[in-house]
Every structure is written in structure tokens, then in C-alpha cells.
């Protein structure tokens, strides 16, 4: 089973608590609020955002490319989708 079906309770938390500071940062913006209170509001959401990718990140890697049973082919396949996937995210 895959880890974000096993982990779904835990990855939503995440997701809905980004969604709140997500909403807070349009709010703070809204109400023409300091621009450092909307730097904090900014950075906070990134380090949430890294913390998930970081999260999926592992599991993906651990279920899919370092699980005894994948084959050679298809771990290689998915190594190269995920170097994409990290090339897109640190641009």
C-alpha cells in the first residue's frame, strides 16, 4: 500500500494546517498588515511546504525505490522521475 494511503491522516493535517497559514498570509496582506509580519507569514508556509515534500519525499524513496522487491528497471525509471521532481521543486 502506498505510504500516502498509509500515512493520509498524518499528510492531510499537514496539507490543512498549510491551508491556514496560506489563508493567514492572505489575510495579513488584506488588512495591509507589516510587511515583516508577511515575510514571517511567507517563510513559515515554505518551511511547512519543505516539511511535506520532505515527508512524501521520504516515503516515496523508501517504498518505492529502496523496497528489496522493485526491479532494476523500474527503479531506475522512477530514480529519473524523481530527479525531475526535485530539479522542478529547488528551481
Do not use: W
Not at 496539507?15 to 497559514?21: A, E
Not at 488584506?30 to 511546504?49: F, H, K, M, S, Y
Amino acid at each position: 500500500m502506498a505510504h500516502t494511503i498509509t500515512g493520509k491522516k498524518k499528510l492531510l493535517g499537514r496539507i490543512r494546517r498549510i491551508q491556514g497559514q496560506t489563508s493567514a498570509l492572505e489575510r495579513a496582506v488584506e488588512n495591509e498588515d507589516d510587511c515583516i509580519d508577511v515575510l514571517q507569514q511567507i517563510a513559515a508556509i515554505r518551511g511547512a511546504v519543505n516539511g511535506l515534500m520532505a515527508e512524501v519525499m521520504e516515503g516515496h524513496l523508501r517504498e518505492h525505490l529502496a523496497a528489496p522487491d522493485v526491479n532494476e528497471q523500474t527503479r531506475l525509471a522512477d530514480a529519473e522521475a524523481v530527479t525531475r521532481i526535485i530539479k522542478s521543486y529547488l528551481r
